[in-house]
């Protein structure tokens, strides 16, 4: 994820040279570097040094130690942002001993394609100017919203999670055409290209779904024969009872483990 939120950046005019990385392993150093064209350490104070914000991309586990690492060298004014599920403002003030204001937030994999959703919840006493800068990085990478920290797991359900559960969908929805003797490749392709364009109809007419599935059922036609096989696959209540669990998991993430 850290490579998609500096690969973003990069791609919407920051200069590779305004970035600096880090990460545990030389290897990793190594193809990021090359990769991206960025300066990267393996040490976090010295990356931080001067710089305006900090984005922190490490797993849940690590947050609280690179937290601290950084809030001392880090300057007084420059916000620390955390992308780590589960993990709370609170959790990211104490570890930098109310040094920093800090953002949590939630991108998700299609950031690295600049189609990304990124949900930012400031703590309290982030100024404007810090928030600002905080979108301007994530804006570089597709949609980004500000809610109330509340709703963190459940956007982590939902954005982050949820590509996963949409691949799912487009592998089966081309493997039924696939039993009916389509190409493999071709179906894949069209499913995915089909599941873009109801998507972008969604998002382009601002229409509820209801109301545009409702336009492409014709009385005795195809599509309410398939609709009536998802519902008797209980199709709604599945997807929601995966964003809902999925949800439930991503607040089980930042508890300490016993
Ligand atoms: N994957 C997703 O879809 C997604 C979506 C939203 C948010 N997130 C959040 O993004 C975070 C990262 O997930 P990921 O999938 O990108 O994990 P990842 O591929 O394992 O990347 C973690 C990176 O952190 C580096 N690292 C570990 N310890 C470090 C340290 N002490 N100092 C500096 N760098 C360190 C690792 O370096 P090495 O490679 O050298 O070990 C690695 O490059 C997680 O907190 C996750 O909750 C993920």
């Known amino acids: 994820m850290g490579r998609a ?29 090359s990769d991206l064209g960025v300066e990267v350490l393996r040490e976090n104070p010295l990356a931080v040094r001067d710089a305006d914000i900090a984005v922190v991309c490490v797993k849940p586990k690590d947050v609280a130690k690179v937290v601290s690492e950084i809030s001392a060298p880090l300057k007084e004014e420059a916000p620390i942002v955390s992308i780590a599920a589960g993990i709370t403002n609170s959790v ?21 394609i600049h189609k990304g959703i990124t949900v930012l919840s400031p703590s309290e006493g982030v100024t404007s100017s810090q928030l600002e800068l905080s979108l301007r990085i994530f804006d570089c990478l597709g949609r980004t919203y500000v809610l109330d920290e509340q709703h963190m797991d459940t956007v982590t359900g939902l954005s982050a999670s949820g590509p996963a559960f949409i691949f799912v969908m487009i592998e089966s929805l ?19 290209q089909m599941v873009f364009g109801a998507a972008s109809m969604v998002l382009a007419t601002g229409r509820h779904p209801a109301a545009l599935k409702d336009d492409v059922t014709t009385p005795a036609g195809c599509t309410i024969a398939g609709l009536l096989a998802l519902e008797d696959g209980r199709i709604r209540s599945v997807i929601s009872r995966a964003i809902e669990i999925a949800s439930q998991r991503a607040s089980e993430l930042g508890e300490p483990k016993v």
């Open 5 to 33: 939120v500096a690969q973003g950046m990069i791609d919407s005019g920051f200069p590779a040279s305004s970035l600096v990385m880090t990460a545990k392993s030389e290897d990793t150093c190594a193809s990021a570097s």
């Open 92 to 112: 990211l003030t104490e570890a930098c001993q109310a040094q920093h204001a800090v953002i949590r937030a939630m991108p998700n994999t299609p950031c690295a």
């Open 174 to 192: 081309a493997d039924g055409a696939v039993a009916r003797g389509l190409p493999r490749q071709i179906a894949i392709e069209m499913a995915a």
